[in-house]
């Protein structure tokens, strides 16, 4: 008896003990505020049901104080995040640096090979997966079908960018406040410079040749950026150097763009008819080319990554494994229907019958299918990324060379003097980098 | 004698003294406005004013999303706690340098002055590996720590101000009468400096309230104060103004509120030594 009970208070102790220990373990989690993330949040009452003891803590930050936030914190080993959200432009930086833990062992159940594979490829740095994808997206053009059709034009799955040209001028409709193409114009590595960098690609122009020498004297540039300011000074609305995402995001809800070429994320807003005056106008196509093998749009993943050193490792992993996984897809589509799942990281996703339903789930993932991180450009260069760089450098360079373009969108410069200006300061800080002698 | 002004100068004075009045007002008034409407209506063009379906739809959507309690209690603390020390040290500073000056005093000021003028960013890294090492990150004690530090030269500027507008003769005469170092800071000194001590606590509160660089960077989810609230709902790809003029509204509606009502001690404190 008095063993049993000797026993039954030891088991009692190890069993509050244990508990205890797990209870412990409270993951800091630092995301971003955009309507998959926030979904997310509101979602875990599951992973806590199968994971008991392991607490969440939410740090949500605007994508830029974020980026500099957990940028420091990776760098300095600061210890205060166990799962990050991070881009696809700095998961290769940060693995090639040893500051992120390898995906390589997550469990067979989690079905890797599912992945996107141009997600999946930018996420690897030598064989290693780095990060799991929590959502992927791409450009395309997002366009007023009943403008389209009172022009008179039938927009093709895959345009040109002449065609777009065309098509602006004969959408715009000034006195009507109504403008053919909206684009991004605000300066910015993130902003003006996401979209132009892909625009190149299409153009023929990169940013370096092998030997890492700038390439803004090339001709192909200056085309694409000319192509660029005279389409959007003609048909663009007014202010359009100051315009970012959300601005035309605004512009397009209200009716006041005929097109308007972006990330695929904005498809669920222009069609959601609480926000969007044209949710029902709104049709689909790749972001344009131009014949030369390769068409203007970018890819990005959102992704959860875990820094190295964190102590709560086997936890952080299952966090990131259950809201990067099949069934979180199926538990978004259960609780908030299937438009609202985070889009672009899986081929299971796409062969769904139902999510085949929703109208830009095709177009989103064919976007996504004609962007080659690995390959990005007509001519080869020396790096991966598509709409970006990928060296620590890129944020610096490109906001300064997106500073020149904006201004002369807006007319402060010449296309010239701007594409000079870009060509000596990405020189000069190659050169101070050491990537060139 | 003051000089007579005449009345259309008065109506014109009135009229820029509104003008400006409405004009520093109008982004409260319009984040106010915004954090009622819908976010369809937060951008619409021609905007709307008044005329709109107000919603508390976003303050519903902020409270359920955010601990808006936890950052409350954060700025509380850290404003506060960060005021109670910076005049525990600057106090005693602006007597010895009010009264006591030596022929450095002025060099001291300047030079106390002078580390304001650095960006705040230039000694991010280091600080940011002290506080690592000594695990001050994302902690209260950490950033009161730090807002001490940063509002402390001005804290003591302006008390230097206020003390020497007391005349020295009248904390002589009670050396005399045999007051204590002690007693003389704390009976005569501060109960004739109140208006100035009141004002200062409060400007180092507001101050404190608003920093948005150290705030945000030495802090993740424990000791986030009402500044991290509000950067959660600002976004570059998605409309949620809405959203984040209801969060901000939110963030700065205690220390407004503390404001009007505390205006008069504040003003009086401000303009205090002002007019000969």
Known sequence: ?437 | MARAISPRRKALNTAIAWTIGIMIFFPILWTFLTSFKTEAQAIADPPVWFLFDWTTENYTTVQERSNYFRHFWNSVVISVGSTIIGLAIAIPAAWSMAFVPSKHTKNILMWMLSTKMLPPVGVLVPIYLIFRDLKLLDTQFGLIIVLTLINLPIIVWMLYTYFKEIPGEILEAARMDGASLRSEVLYILLPMAVPGIASTMLLNIILAWNEAFWTLNLTAAKAAPLTAFIASYSSPEGLFYAKLSAASTMAIAPILIMGWFSQKQLVRGLTFGAVK
Not at chain 1, 111 to 136: H, K, N, Q, S, W
Not at chain 1, 221 to 248: Q, R, V
Request: hydrophobic residues 45%; proline residues 5%; charged residues 20%.
């Open chain 1, 1 to 437: 008896m008095k063993t049993t009970l000797r026993t039954m208070l030891g088991a009692t102790a190890l069993a509050a003990f244990t508990t205890a220990a797990i209870a412990d373990t409270t993951l800091t989690i630092a995301t971003v505020n955009n309507g998959d993330m926030i979904r997310m949040q509101g979602l875990t009452d599951d992973f806590k049901a199968k994971n008991p003891g392991i607490e969440l803590e939410w740090v949500t930050l605007e994508e830029n104080v974020l980026r500099t936030r957990v940028t420091q914190d990776v760098a300095t080993k600061g210890g205060q995040f166990d799962v990050m959200t991070i881009g696809t432009y700095e998961v290769p930086i940060w693995g090639k640096q040893g500051w992120l833990v390898s995906m390589n062992d997550l469990p067979a159940s989690y079905d890797v090979d599912d992945l996107l594979p141009a997600i999946r490829g930018g996420l690897t740095v030598d064989g290693e997966l780095y990060a799991a994808p929590f959502y992927g997206e791409s450009s395309m053009v997002m366009y007023r079908a009943d403008l389209m059709e009172k022009a008179g034009m039938e927009m093709p799955d895959a345009p040109s960018w002449h065609f777009i040209r065309r098509a602006a001028a004969k959408m715009t409709d000034k006195e009507e406040g109504i403008y053919g193409v909206c684009l991004r114009g605000k300066a910015g590595w993130g902003e003006n410079m996401a979209f132009l960098t892909a625009t190149a690609n299409s153009f023929g122009a990169r940013w370096f040749d092998e030997e890492w020498n700038a390439q803004f004297d090339s001709p192909e540039w200056k085309e694409a950026l000319t192509f660029y300011i005279d389409m959007l000074t003609a048909y663009g609305p007014p202010g359009a150097s100051s315009n970012g995402f959300n601005e035309n995001l605004a512009l397009f809800q209200q009716g006041k763009c005929g097109m308007w070429i972006d990330a695929t994320v904005a498809a669920s807003f222009v069609t959601n008819p609480k926000d969007s005056t044209v949710a029902d106008k709104v049709g689909f196509a790749l972001a344009p080319d131009n014949g030369l093998g390769k068409r203007g749009n970018w890819l990005w993943a959102w992704s959860l990554a875990i820094p190295a050193g964190t102590d709560d490792e086997d936890a952080a992993k299952k966090f990131v494994a259950w809201a990067t996984s099949k069934e979180y897809l199926a538990l978004v589509a259960e609780n908030e229907g299937w438009a609202n799942v985070p889009p672009g990281t899986r081929t299971s996703l796409y062969e769904n019958a139902e999510y085949a339903k929703v109208p830009f789930a095709q177009m989103t993932l064919d976007s996504i299918n004609a962007a080659d991180p690995t390959a990005p450009t007509v001519d080869p260069v020396p790096y991966t990324g598509v709409q970006f760089v990928a060296i620590p450098e890129f944020q610096g360079i490109a906001t300064a060379v997106g500073q020149q373009f904006s201004a002369a969108l807006a007319g402060q410069t010449s296309v010239e003097d701007a594409l000079a200006n870009a060509q000596k300061l990405t020189t000069r800080e190659m050169k101070r980098a050491g990537y060139m002698k």
